[in-house]
């Protein structure tokens, strides 16, 4: 859910993704958008060209996986991975270049981690490490709050497992902030944050540094933060086993918002900006993206199989999409921008 935007000094075209022009040979910006999915019924990662958000195309890269998670496209190595809730492990897929018109194809995960997860969701990158969030009994004692946060490097052809943090609270949606890893503490409308997380080497149990509950929030699932405008969203799944009670809660001034808050403490929800009601579709929003140049905010809506996206979110309140598209158990979302 990383935004990246380049100035490129010569102007290139690929049909349907980018568009240019030319001011007297002035240097342009080429600018594309393009959303990532993942989903939990076919495990294919359908890829929308979001660039006009008016006019949509979409691509998929089928895949072996036959459900998945998290989501994540490294425009360096031309590398899509997701986080394999079939095989249990971390699959990339490399050569997928978003400068193309043509990206169906059939692709085989030729960058693997070992298979060491019971039920990953999200996955969060810092350089090299990926950090994925696993959202299984950690203790065996459904009593007991705990999830595991499995660090990997990569390096060539292969996602190596560092070592494995076991969480004090459940876990679902995670993004880093710096070197600060934010998590939700699913079954509870709570944000939690791990300082310094990667500096955690070994193979232990981490307590949360800082956790806060955020006011308005039943159930908070998917994250995301942009650097760009110092944005945090949250989504709210409500009652899970609802289609109707959804929600997403935009965060403006994230950063001071938090520290303000003390440890324990709540964000009070008219500090937020809440999307809801029966015009959002939204039941089960269970990841979300966001496109802080032009405040879009993406959704993978699990329960009524969407994609959706919101343009119009300044004032919050029972708004439409201003984009739905069909995706069964839609997991995950990332956005990308170059």
């Not at 890829?47 to 989501?71: C, E």
Request: charged share 15%.
């Amino acid at each position: 859910m990383k935004t990246i935007k380049t100035i490129v000094f010569t102007c290139a075209i690929a049909i349907g993704l980018i568009s240019c022009s030319d001011d007297n040979n002035s240097i342009a910006q080429v600018e594309t958008k393009i959303l990532f999915t993942s989903n939990n019924a076919d495990g294919n990662v359908n890829i929308y060209n979001v660039t006009n958000i008016n006019s949509v195309s979409k691509s998929t890269l089928t895949t072996t996986a036959t459900a998945a998670d998290g989501v994540y496209y490294d425009g360096d190595e031309n590398l899509v991975v997701q986080a394999s809730r079939s095989s249990l492990g971390l699959e990339g897929y490399a050569g997928v270049s978003i400068a193309t018109s043509a990206i169906n194809a059939t692709v085989t995960a030729n960058v693997m981690s070992g298979l060491n997860m019971t039920s990953p969701r999200e996955v969060a990158v810092n350089g090299d490490f990926y950090v994925v969030a696993d959202n299984a009994d950690a203790d065996g004692n459904s009593a007991t709050s705990d999830g595991r946060l499995f660090i990997y490097t990569k390096s060539g052809n292969n996602f190596t497992l560092r070592n494995t943090i076991t969480t004090d609270i459940k876990l679902w949606g995670i993004i880093f902030i710096g070197n600060d890893l934010y998590a939700v503490a699913d079954t509870t409308n709570e944000l939690a944050v791990y300082s310094n997380f990667l500096n955690n080497t070994s193979t232990t149990t981490l307590a949360a540094t800082k956790q806060i509950a955020v006011e308005g929030i039943v159930r908070t699932h998917g994250l995301t933060y942009d650097a760009m405008t110092d944005t945090m969203i949250l989504t709210d799944i409500g009652d899970a086993g609802s289609g109707t009670d959804g929600g997403f809660h935009v965060i403006e001034n994230f950063n001071s918002k938090f520290s303000g808050t003390a440890n324990g403490a709540t964000l009070a929800v008219n500090q937020q900006t809440r999307v809801a009601g029966s015009n959002t579709v939204l039941g089960n929003p269970v990841d979300v993206a966001y496109d802080g140049a032009t405040k879009t905010v993406f959704i993978a809506e699990a329960k009524n199989g969407k994609i959706l996206a919101f343009n119009n979110i300044s004032n919050g309140g029972n708004i439409a999409p201003v984009y739905s598209t069909d995706l069964a158990s839609a997991s995950a979302v990332y956005f990308y921008s170059e």
